[in-house]
């Protein structure tokens, strides 16, 4: 199945915005989960965790710290990729001034799921834009 990013909503926050582009939700028979996140400059997100699914990141672009399991923090960029184990807690944070680029993956997937209740939620539909402004 092909997606393109312009046939996905966007989910936007306070602190970025997500395209979902695979889901178990969304295409039947998918397992996993895959999708874009941008970190928006001097933003991140509050530490939590994916008790049923291991996560990866790959960065695209930019700079950020990130946390795995309540302490290892570390600076990623551009090319590096992590894991985060089942369970683990973690968060992450653009330090830089550029967008911080991610494609994040959920094995198994489903746990897109949680962030539908996130108070600073907003769904924009397939095909339009979504601003980011300044807060």
């Keep these: ?3 393109s990013p312009d046939t996905v909503p966007t989910m936007s926050f306070d ?3 997500i395209k979902w582009f695979v889901t178990p939700s969304a295409i039947p028979g998918a397992a996993s989960t895959l999708g874009e996140v941008i970190v928006n400059p ?7 965790n994916h008790p049923n699914a291991e996560e990866i990141i790959y960065v695209i ?3 950020g710290r990130q946390m795995v399991d309540d302490g290892q923090e570390f600076t990623i960029r551009e090319g ?5 184990p089942m ?6 944070y653009n330090t830089t ?5 991610l494609i994040v993956t959920y094995t198994p997937g489903g746990e897109e799921k949680a962030l539908e209740a996130a108070p ?9 834009v979504a601003e980011w402004r300044q807060a």
């Design 15 to 17: 602190w970025g915005f």
């Design 42 to 48: 001097g933003k991140g997100h509050a530490r939590h």
């Design 1 to 3: 199945m092909h997606v």
């Design 97 to 101: 001034w550029r967008p911080l680029r």
């Design 61 to 63: 672009s930019g700079e």
């Design 87 to 92: 369970g683990a807690y973690h968060s992450t």
């Design 80 to 84: 590096d990729t992590v894991h985060i």
């Design 120 to 128: 600073d939620l907003t769904v924009h539909e397939a095909g339009t």
